[in-house]
């Protein structure tokens, strides 16, 4: 391990005699007789025990020179052998002496601050050896000595890292005595200012020091002082001093007394002048960021501008009084829920805890296909599966009638059986000239519920479709408009937006992730702070007002403020604010009959001007982190360009950051919100635009698009079915689609075929604000009635039973995540309420019956959007990989398990580009045991059952990384992943010469396991962010290495001497800036070495105290 035979290397031996012919011990070579005994400890136990000076300051020496020449790990290395106490004592008994030497104290006080820096115990070991108000004491004595103080104040500094002793530091008075060495600009003993500046902070890790330091006034000070600084440091020579100032300010606002001192005293004003200098200034970066971290974290908490925290919209419950849910707020009191399903939310686990919620109970991970139910009620799905009962007696008439399907009146589009609703104040469209059919004139599409206004919007409908006419498949915007009848909304929306109504074409180019600007957050908080600071340019207008029919402002009253609106399905905004000319703040509804849940937002803005760029705040959201951080613009939809021809969502804004803002619910302080920021340069003037989280897909959308399918199928060919599972709570249907092949004939060979295909169930947007979700399914749905030799294959492979929209209700109006309980639907199916989640309940009854006809399905897919991950990616259930990630000790050989479940992703590792393999997951997690991936899987025994998670940003990988995603990228993902299907059923499918040259990427797969391993759901793809998304935490900002430069830095310098040529005195100095003490012979050579092991120095003993 080390070489006695090489010069120049330090050995044990050398270092041993060294001490030795230093303390004049034995000249005998020392032996090595006991196994554990370690050079180190023997010239820690000699350090305590020595009498002499001489002998003390070379041991101190040689540890120093150890210590400075490598790693930490040696000075972790030497902590682990009773270092830090060694040295402890070693202080405590020299210090105790008569008369202190300091020739001893000095370096001593320096070891220690070196060591204690690394030594997370350093305080509670200084407290028990007495240390602590010896070392005190030493400052108070030596108050005037800049280089001794500077010595105690790093110590003192760094026993703080134990509050407790802080706390008695405080008590004896320490923060007096520190503080009166933390001086006004000057120009002598810098260092020991630093080091006093340092030490005060250190000492504020205690509340009650932070109470005692605002009751002296202290804080004041600081800031006087800090200004003091800053008009007089103006050759910039003294940043560290300035920055150690603001560190005491981070420490004083960790607390609430600290926070309102700096306020109180016009710490905002002064840090935020202060800092506009310094950003004008080259080199003054290292101080702007503490000055507005510390800005954001005094800035008072403010409750949200509204009058309750509660959704604009309640709904009454089946069962539950009418005000029920206020209870919701007393489980949400103090802090937000986690309410992550398959997405990671809010506070990321760590492993640790990620490890804790697999399931490892084999009972519960082994598939157990037991009704919830009583077996009679499942005869009520029987018809749910038309094409096991049909005959197909068109094959042989050739007649197309249809007689099955539930679901055509609305086909028709009967506009005058909904009963009128209110039509808002806008007048009305018909009374509208022709030729003033200008943008801002048509945004608002009434429904036409009354007889009187029915011919007017429809021929105008007619007039633009004429005029400007779209060309967007399976969408057609009077059927639109007529299905938008049949929806039922809480509000009783009477309006559409008009990209749901217009329709929507994905734009031509691909839209790259934005590159974020730097410092962007620091400039948006900046500018935030600056309405504090100056109040008086803050217009603060309310300009919409979801709660308030009459908005204050109208378009006459204030021609310059932009309007907003979003009374129409899937709007989302129940507030805005005019803050600043160009600038508004903009505040989401939560869910229905809830309080929480803020992310998914759409709405309209028109009375804009060209060119000018606007700054939006979302300032509710709730989650900790957003891709928003990492590249993802939102949406937006411009009437105008529709009307040129250019009917797209397209990704916009810049300047886009999230972050932790000062707002907080009404109903406490605990918690605070995030703001989503992002600036929009409209193209046209008075446009009117619509801006989202994500590209809309309303229920509407998903209805008139079932309709638009069905009408193109060619019902020979394909058995296309739309049938009404269940009704919502707010009366909406659920649907549920079957698609398959029609038999060839009516021979029984083709209708046995037929019946004994295997199921595959596809269900999606459980949550509302996941609307990609809904564009993944309508590219399964379009792909799977095409006829690409792929999907016939497909469709003569299986029966499709697909459920596009578990969660109409909440999609209708514009929840982010619940149903109209107030309820997460993908926390209910573990015994999902028959009145309160009618579709959950449903939906796995009838999986239930499919699984009690002997049908299980093969394959069950849960689509999703996950907010916080690049790709798209499943997760997946199986018992042996949960056992082996948990570390169980449970022998999993012997338990039987399919492979089969991870097939799908490896097909789609190779076809889909937007899919990544490494992202996938199969582990079985406790706290989602609720979710219909994991009952599906346990209760009704599918091997394969999933949650497809699609990125609401883009990809990092693939053709597409780099790049946002659109909707034509989502919608392939959708025909990929039926594609996918395809493999299971290799052997059992018809080949024919189309689908060979169609898929043979599909066909030409081998079962062997590809090398991918599956990642924790928990990870974090996201490095953290560039900026600091929250401003409470305040780590140190000093390095320990900064903190070892200092105290060289004392031991050299030129100030003041009286010791240096006394420490000089032993030898040449070397010309290294490690060298510390005193000069040495010692080379580079890990402590580690310095322990011996029995057997490798012969003949060595030092058991009879030779040194001691
Ligand atoms: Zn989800």
Same mark, same amino acid.
């Not at 320490?174 to 006093?196: E, I, Q």
């Given at each position: 391990?080390?070489?006695?035979?090489?010069?120049?290397?330090?050995?044990?031996?050398?270092?041993?005699?060294?001490?030795?012919?230093?303390?004049?011990?034995?000249?005998?070579?020392?032996?090595?007789?006991?196994?554990?005994?370690?050079?180190?400890?023997?010239?820690?136990?000699?350090?305590?025990?020595?009498?002499?000076?001489?002998?003390?300051?070379?041991?101190?020496?040689?540890?120093?020179?150890?210590?400075?020449?490598?790693?930490?790990?040696?000075?972790?290395?030497?902590?682990?052998?009773?270092?830090?106490?060694?040295?402890?004592?070693?202080?405590?008994?020299?210090?105790?002496?008569?008369?202190?030497?300091?020739?001893?104290?000095?370096?001593?006080?320096?070891?220690?601050?070196?060591?204690?820096?690394?030594?997370?115990?350093?305080?509670?070991?200084?407290?028990?050896?007495?240390?602590?108000?010896?070392?005190?004491?030493?400052?108070?004595?030596?108050?005037?000595?800049?280089?001794?103080?500077?010595?105690?104040?790093?110590?003192?500094?760094?026993?703080?890292?134990?509050?407790?002793?802080?706390?008695?530091?405080?008590?004896?008075?320490?923060?007096?005595?520190?503080?009166?060495?933390?001086?006004?600009?000057?120009?002598?003993?810098?260092?020991?200012?630093? =080091?006093?500046?340092?030490?005060?902070?250190?000492?504020?890790?205690?509340?009650?020091?932070?109470?005692?330091?605002? =009751?002296?006034?202290?804080?004041?000070?600081?800031?006087?002082?800090?200004?003091?600084?800053?008009?007089?440091?103006?050759?910039?020579?003294?940043?560290?001093?300035?920055?150690?100032?603001?560190?005491?300010?981070?420490?004083?606002?960790?607390?609430?007394?600290?926070?309102?001192?700096?306020? =109180?005293?016009?710490?905002?004003?002064?840090?935020?002048?202060?800092?506009?200098?310094?950003?004008?200034?080259?080199?003054?970066?290292?101080?702007?960021?503490?000055?507005?971290?510390?800005?954001?974290?005094?800035?008072?908490?403010?409750?949200?501008?509204?009058?309750?925290?509660?959704?604009?919209?309640?709904?009454?419950?089946?069962?539950?009084?009418?005000?029920?849910?206020?209870?919701?707020?007393?489980?949400?009191?103090?802090?937000?829920?986690?309410?992550?399903?398959?997405?990671?939310?809010?506070?990321?686990?760590?492993?640790?805890?990620?490890?804790?919620?697999?399931?490892?109970?084999?009972?519960?991970?082994?598939?157990?296909?037991?009704?919830?139910?009583?077996?009679?009620?499942?005869?009520? &799905?029987?018809?749910?599966?038309?094409?096991?009962?049909?005959?197909?007696?068109?094959?042989?008439?050739?007649?197309?009638?249809?007689?099955? *399907?539930?679901?055509?009146?609305?086909?028709?589009?009967?506009?005058?059986?909904?009963?009128? *609703?209110?039509?808002?104040?806008?007048?009305?469209?018909?009374?509208?000239?022709?030729?003033?059919?200008?943008?801002?004139?048509?945004?608002?599409?009434?429904?036409?519920?009354?007889?009187?206004?029915?011919?007017?919007?429809?021929?105008?409908?007619?007039?633009?479709?004429?005029?400007?006419?779209?060309?967007?498949?399976?969408?057609?915007?009077?059927?639109?408009?007529?299905?938008?009848?049949?929806?039922?909304?809480?509000?009783?929306?009477?309006?559409?937006?008009?990209?749901?109504?217009?329709?929507?074409?994905?734009?031509?180019?691909?839209?790259?992730?934005?590159?974020?600007?730097?410092?962007?957050?620091?400039?948006?908080?900046?500018?935030?702070?600056?309405?504090?600071?100056?109040?008086?340019?803050?217009?603060?207008?309310?300009?919409?007002?979801?709660?308030?029919?009459?908005?204050?402002?109208?378009?006459?009253?204030?021609p310059s403020s932009l309007r907003f609106f979003s009374k129409f399905e899937s709007g989302n905004l129940q507030k805005a604010i005019q803050v600043r000319s160009h600038e508004y703040d903009l505040i989401l509804n939560a869910d229905v009959n809830s309080s929480t849940h803020y992310q998914w937002f759409y709405f309209e803005v028109s009375g804009m001007v060209a060119g000018v760029p606007y700054r939006f705040n979302i300032i509710n959201c709730e989650k900790g982190n957003s891709q928003y951080n990492y590249g993802m613009q939102p949406v937006l939809y411009s009437?105008?360009?529709?009307?040129?021809?250019?009917?797209?969502?397209?990704?916009?804004?810049?300047?886009?950051?999230?972050?932790?803002?000062?707002?907080?619910?009404?109903?406490?302080?605990?918690?605070?919100?995030?703001?989503?920021?992002?600036?929009?340069?409209?193209?046209?003037?008075?446009?009117?635009?619509?801006?989202?989280?994500? &590209?809309?897909?309303?229920?509407?959308?998903?209805?008139?698009?079932?309709?638009?399918?069905?009408?193109?199928?060619?019902?020979?060919?394909?058995?296309?079915?739309?049938?009404?599972?269940?009704?919502?709570?707010?009366?909406?249907?659920?649907?549920?689609?079957?698609?398959?092949?029609?038999?060839?004939?009516?021979?029984?060979?083709?209708?046995?075929?037929?019946?004994?295909?295997?199921?595959?169930?596809?269900?999606?947007?459980?949550?509302?604000?996941?609307?990609?979700?809904?564009?993944?399914?309508?590219?399964?749905?379009?792909?799977?009635?095409?006829?690409?030799?792929?999907?016939?294959?497909?469709?003569?492979?299986?029966?499709?039973?697909?459920?596009?929209?578990?969660?109409?209700?909440?999609?209708?109006?514009?929840?982010?995540?619940?149903?109209?309980?107030?309820?997460?639907?993908?926390?209910?199916?573990?015994?999902?309420?028959?009145?309160?989640?009618?579709?959950?309940?449903?939906?796995?009854?009838?999986?239930?019956?499919?699984?009690?006809?002997?049908?299980?399905?093969?394959?069950?897919?849960?689509?999703?959007?996950?907010?916080?991950?690049?790709?798209?990616?499943?997760?997946?259930?199986?018992?042996?990989?949960?056992?082996?990630?948990?570390?169980?000790?449970?022998?999993?050989?012997?338990?039987?398990?399919?492979?089969?479940?991870?097939?799908? =992703?490896?097909?789609?590792?190779?076809?889909?580009?937007?899919?990544?393999?490494?992202?996938?997951?199969?582990?079985?997690?406790?706290?989602?045991?609720?979710?219909?991936?994991?009952?599906?899987?346990?209760?009704?025994?599918?091997?394969?059952?999933?949650?497809?998670?699609?990125?609401?940003?883009?990809?990092?990988?693939?053709?597409?990384?780099?790049?946002?995603?659109?909707?034509?990228?989502?919608?392939?993902?959708?025909?990929?992943?039926?594609?996918?299907?395809?493999?299971?059923?290799?052997?059992?499918?018809?080949?024919?010469?189309?689908?060979?040259?169609?898929?043979?990427?599909?066909?030409?797969?081998?079962?062997?396991?590809?090398?991918?391993?599956?990642?924790?759901?928990?990870?974090?793809?996201?490095?953290?962010?560039?900026?600091?998304?929250?401003?409470?935490?305040?780590?140190?900002?000093?390095?320990?290495?900064?903190?070892?430069?200092?105290?060289?830095?004392?031991?050299?310098?030129?100030?003041?001497?009286?010791?240096?040529?006394?420490?000089?005195?032993?030898?040449?100095?070397?010309?290294?800036?490690?060298?510390?003490?005193?000069?040495? &012979?010692?080379?580079?050579?890990?402590?580690?070495?310095?322990?011996?092991?029995?057997?490798?120095?012969?003949?060595?003993?030092?058991?009879?105290? &030779?040194?001691?």
């Amino acid at each position: 391990m080390y070489n006695y035979s090489k010069l120049g290397h330090f050995t044990w031996t050398a270092t041993l005699r060294e001490c030795g012919s230093l303390t004049n011990g034995a000249r005998s070579r020392p032996t090595m007789a006991t196994p554990s005994s370690g050079g180190l400890e023997i010239l820690l136990s000699t350090l305590q025990n020595a009498g002499d000076i001489e002998s003390m300051l070379n041991i101190l020496n040689v540890l120093d020179e150890l210590l400075s020449a490598g790693t930490d790990r040696r000075i972790h290395h030497m902590i682990s052998k009773g270092g830090s106490e060694a040295l402890l004592m070693a202080l405590v008994n020299s210090a105790r002496s008569f008369t202190p030497n300091y020739t001893i104290l000095l370096p001593l006080l320096h070891l220690l601050a070196k060591v204690g820096h690394r030594d997370r115990q350093i305080g509670l070991k200084a407290q028990k050896a007495d240390a602590v108000l010896v070392v005190l004491g030493l400052l108070r004595q030596n108050a005037m000595n800049a280089r001794r103080a500077a010595a105690c104040l790093w110590v003192l500094r760094v026993f703080c890292s134990s509050v407790t002793t802080a706390d008695l530091l405080g008590k004896n008075r320490g923060l007096d005595v520190v503080f009166k060495l933390v001086s006004p600009h000057t120009t002598k003993n810098l260092r020991t200012v630093k =080091a006093a500046a340092d030490a005060f902070a250190a000492m504020l890790c205690s509340k009650v020091n932070c109470r005692t330091a605002v =009751a002296k006034g202290y804080i004041a000070d600081l800031l006087k002082v800090y200004e003091d600084w800053h008009n007089n440091d103006t050759n910039l020579k003294n940043i560290p001093i300035r920055r150690a100032l603001l560190h005491c300010m981070h420490r004083a606002a960790n607390s609430s007394v600290g926070r309102d001192a700096i306020v =109180a005293e016009g710490g905002i004003s002064l840090l935020f002048q202060t800092t506009q200098t310094c950003l004008s200034m080259k080199g003054l970066e290292s101080l702007v960021e503490p000055a507005i971290q510390l800005m954001r974290k005094c800035n008072p908490k403010v409750p949200l501008p509204l009058t309750s925290d509660k959704s604009a919209y309640s709904f009454p419950l089946p069962g539950r009084p009418v005000d029920d849910w206020d209870a919701d707020l007393v489980l949400y009191d103090g802090s937000l829920e986690d309410d992550s399903d398959e997405d990671t939310e809010n506070e990321e686990p760590d492993n640790r805890d990620y490890e804790d919620d697999l399931e490892t109970d084999v009972n519960k991970l082994r598939p157990r296909p037991e009704p919830d139910r009583p077996l009679e009620q499942l005869g009520q &799905y029987v018809h749910l599966c038309p094409e096991l009962h049909h005959d197909f007696q068109d094959l042989d008439s050739g007649s197309e009638v249809d007689e099955s *399907s539930d679901d055509d009146s609305a086909l028709e589009g009967d506009l005058n059986n909904k009963t009128p *609703s209110e039509q808002g104040g806008s007048p009305s469209l018909s009374d509208q000239e022709e030729n003033h059919l200008q943008t801002s004139d048509f945004h608002k599409h009434y429904l036409s519920c009354s007889r009187k206004g029915q011919e007017g919007h429809s021929s105008m409908v007619d007039r633009l479709l004429e005029k400007y006419g779209t060309c967007i498949p399976n969408h057609d915007p009077r059927l639109y408009t007529a299905t938008a009848a049949n929806t039922k909304s809480v509000a009783g929306y009477s309006i559409l937006a008009f990209p749901d109504f217009w329709g929507h074409l994905p734009p031509q180019e691909q839209e790259p992730m934005a590159k974020r600007p730097p410092h962007v957050q620091r400039k948006k908080v900046f500018e935030d702070i600056q309405r504090l600071v100056c109040p008086e340019d803050i217009i603060n207008k309310v300009v919409f007002d979801m709660d308030d029919p009459s908005p204050q402002c109208s378009p006459d009253m204030c021609p310059s403020s932009l309007r907003f609106f979003s009374k129409f399905e899937s709007g989302n905004l129940q507030k805005a604010i005019q803050v600043r000319s160009h600038e508004y703040d903009l505040i989401l509804n939560a869910d229905v009959n809830s309080s929480t849940h803020y992310q998914w937002f759409y709405f309209e803005v028109s009375g804009m001007v060209a060119g000018v760029p606007y700054r939006f705040n979302i300032i509710n959201c709730e989650k900790g982190n957003s891709q928003y951080n990492y590249g993802m613009q939102p949406v937006l939809y411009s009437v105008r360009e529709a009307l040129e021809g250019r009917p797209h969502w397209v990704r916009t804004g810049s300047e886009i950051c999230y972050y932790r803002n000062h707002f907080c619910p009404r109903r406490g302080q605990k918690c605070s919100f995030y703001t989503l920021t992002f600036t929009v340069t409209f193209h046209h003037d008075d446009d009117v635009c619509y801006l989202a989280y994500h &590209y809309p897909y309303t229920y509407t959308t998903l209805q008139t698009h079932l309709k638009m399918l069905e009408k193109s199928v060619d019902p020979q060919k394909v058995f296309f079915r739309q049938q009404n599972l269940c009704d919502t709570l707010a009366g909406n249907s659920c649907s549920l689609v079957t698609i398959t092949a029609c038999p060839t004939s009516r021979a029984w060979k083709h209708l046995h075929q037929l019946r004994n295909r295997p199921c595959v169930v596809l269900t999606a947007r459980v949550h509302p604000g996941e609307s990609n979700a809904s564009w993944v399914l309508k590219g399964t749905l379009e792909f799977l009635c095409s006829s690409d030799p792929v999907a016939e294959s497909l469709r003569e492979a299986y029966i499709f039973k697909i459920i596009p929209m578990l969660n109409p209700d909440g999609v209708i109006n514009g929840n982010n995540r619940c149903s109209l309980t107030a309820e997460d639907l993908n926390r209910q199916w573990l015994k999902p309420d028959p009145n309160l989640s009618p579709t959950i309940y449903h939906t796995k009854g009838f999986l239930y019956y499919l699984n009690s006809i002997g049908r299980t399905p093969l394959v069950f897919c849960d689509y999703h959007g996950h907010s916080r991950k690049k790709n798209v990616f499943l997760y997946g259930c199986s018992m042996k990989e949960t056992l082996w990630q948990s570390g169980s000790p449970i022998n999993t050989v012997s338990l039987k398990e399919d492979p089969g479940y991870r097939t799908i =992703a490896k097909t789609l590792d190779r076809i889909a580009p937007a899919f990544s393999f490494n992202s996938c997951n199969y582990l079985v997690e406790k706290s989602r045991a609720s979710t219909a991936r994991v009952v599906v899987w346990r209760e009704i025994g599918v091997l394969r059952s999933y949650t497809m998670e699609s990125t609401y940003n883009g990809c990092n990988q693939g053709i597409y990384k780099g790049l946002q995603t659109g909707t034509r990228e989502l919608e392939e993902m959708g025909m990929k992943f039926s594609q996918s299907l395809l493999t299971l059923r290799r052997n059992s499918i018809h080949y024919n010469s189309r689908l060979i040259q169609h898929a043979p990427a599909l066909l030409d797969l081998d079962d062997r396991l590809l090398d991918h391993k599956s990642n924790n759901c928990f990870e974090d793809d996201e490095p953290p962010c560039m900026e600091e998304i929250e401003y409470s935490s305040c780590s140190d900002p000093f390095g320990a290495n900064e903190l070892d430069m200092e105290v060289n830095g004392n031991t050299s310098s030129a100030e003041e001497d009286e010791d240096d040529a006394e420490v000089c005195r032993t030898g040449r100095r070397r010309n290294d800036s490690k060298s510390r003490l005193v000069p040495h &012979y010692l080379q580079q050579d890990s402590l580690e070495s310095l322990t011996i092991k029995s057997g490798q120095c012969n003949g060595i003993d030092i058991s009879n105290g &030779y040194l001691c």
